[in-house]
Nanobody
């Protein structure tokens, strides 16, 4: 089985920082793009940031300049450093990755989510 497990969420005051991690485990041959999404209460899930296998990154306008996505290809882990947090950043953050799995092939996987709450 393949798993994506997020960690690092929590409660922080506005202006503070958090660092999310997402580790992929299982019979993974390789990992293509890795991304973070979030879902605020009562809203649809939205894309936050993406990083390619080569390290190219892209961000949603709402987080550009405040969030940084990075990855450790040896540890199959993606990170999201979140600075200058705002109350509107509150939500459940989900890790997403396109994994090439032994025997199965390529498929899109999601983590279970980690809660981020930013108080004003």
């Amino acid at each position: 089985q393949v798993h994506l497990v997020e960690s690092g969420g929590g409660l922080v005051q506005a202006g503070g920082s958090l660092r999310l991690s997402c580790a992929a485990s299982g019979s993974i041959s390789s990992i293509n793009g890795m991304a973070w999404y979030r879902q605020a209460p009562g809203k649809q899930r939205e894309w936050v940031a993406v990083i390619t296998s080569g390290g190219s990154t892209n961000y949603a306008d709402s987080v550009k300049g405040r969030f940084t996505i990075s990855r450790d290809n040896v540890k199959n882990t993606v990170f999201l450093q979140m600075n200058s947090l705002k109350p509107e950043d509150t939500g459940v953050y989900y890790c997403n990755a396109f994994l090439i799995v032994a025997v199965i092939g390529g498929s899109n996987y999601w983590g279970q989510g980690t809660q981020v709450t930013v108080s004003s």
